[in-house]
């Protein structure tokens, strides 16, 4: 005598929680929730709004060009982001990361000195504050006039790097991140 076996099975589909669509000017993210709102949605903008951004640039005066060597830590350690001889009113670096930066490191080991503002921005470059030297020599900490030198001349600026050091700078008074979600 046979006997005959026989598995049914079912696959049931189960909305998505989430997509993501380009809709008009950017994408935009809907989530199917079970209130009153049938779902809510969140436009995912594509610039650089809230992302942290580190501007260096060089003073104007026509002696404060010289070398510098850059490194910023933006959570995949020290990378090298600047390095060489920068004339006045240039600018070295204006770049805005994915992650918090942690740390900035300079240094001049030869050549002549370099005078500029290194500066934070919390909000992408819409506006920027001075950082604050841990270890450099002088009467301030910001860095909205620091001077980076091979050899110990502190001269026109009140906080410097001097004598080839590598000089540590980070954020000085983070401000608070804020999110804005608008629901429907």
Known sequence: TATTTSTTTTTTTMPPLYSIAGIGSGPVLSLRTHDSCQRQ????????????????????????????????DAGQGLQQEAFGVFPSGSVVLDKCYWQNVAMLQVQNDAGDPWTGSIL??????????????????????????????????????????L??????????????????????
């Not at 934070?120 to 002088?138: F, I, R």
């Not at 540590?168 to 804020?178: E, F, H, Q, T």
């Open 41 to 72: 949605l969140w436009r995912i903008r594509t610039g650089t709004l809230g992302l942290p951004c580190i501007m260096v640039v060089t003073d104007k005066d026509v002696s404060h060009s010289g070398s510098l060597i850059l490194h910023v």
């Open 120 to 161: 934070y921005s919390l909000d992408g470059g819409q506006h920027y504050q001075t950082m604050m030297c841990t270890n450099c020599s002088g009467n301030v900490t910001h860095t909205g006039n620091i001077a980076v030198h091979a050899n110990a001349a502190l001269s026109q600026v009140r906080n410097g790097c």
């Open 163 to 184: 004598n080839g050091a590598v000089c540590s700078i980070v954020v000085d008074n983070p401000a608070l991140y804020c999110v804005r979600f608008t629901t429907c």
